[in-house]
């Protein structure tokens, strides 16, 4: 398999991960908060898609899908356009509320898609280049991928958890 079938396979397993999250859930669900501070699925959600968005758009040298096509105007949240989530106060994450979960997967699928646009264009050599020179060791595009995945990943896995944690036994 070459590297970006690789990628390709681990955002698509995220996307599936989302949906099953997603799927008939109530807005009462959505919008919970195991307890409070705690994030709800719909920040989480949100969060997910954000970060990738975010992250791959700049490595990609495009804007991000959030802005391009006018889903932060769609949402109406109160945050800054570029926002993803990243550090937010307990006050900031309880903005993300009353979206629908029709629009998240929406906005989720259209990142998606993005992403897949660009990490079918990948080969092994692109995994090296430099991307983000704020670190040290300075970011490759084959780390930041990485870490798109398994941030993803890891806030999936809380969705999931807080949505076993609201349905009835």
């Known amino acids: 398999m070459e590297v970006n079938g690789v990628f390709a396979d681990a955002f698509s397993r995220v996307q599936e991960e989302v949906h099953a999250v997603l ?3 109530s807005q ?3 919008d919970a908060r195991p307890r409070p501070g705690a994030n709800s699925i719909g920040w989480l959600v949100w969060h997910i898609a954000r970060i990738q968005d975010d992250h791959v758009a ?4 495009r ?3 959030w802005i391009a096509d006018g889903w932060h105007a769609r949402f109406g949240l109160e945050l800054e356009p570029r926002d993803v989530g990243y550090g937010h106060s307990r006050e900031q994450a309880e903005r993300v509320t009353g979206v ?3 629009e998240l997967r ?3 699928d259209a990142v998606h898609e993005a992403t897949l646009g660009y990490v079918e264009t990948l080969s092994a050599a692109d995994l090296d280049r430099v991307v983000d020179k704020r670190w040290d060791p300075e970011v490759t595009l084959g780390v930041r991928l990485v870490s798109v995945v398994n941030d993803n990943q890891q806030h999936t896995g ?3 958890y807080v949505r076993g944690l609201l349905e009835p036994r």
């Open 28 to 30: 009462e669900d959505l």
């Open 100 to 102: 629908k979960a029709t």
């Open 63 to 65: 804007e991000q899908t």
């Open 106 to 108: 929406a906005y989720y």
């Open 58 to 61: 700049d490595a990609a040298g």
């Open 158 to 160: 809380q969705a999931a």
């Open 23 to 25: 799927h008939d859930l």
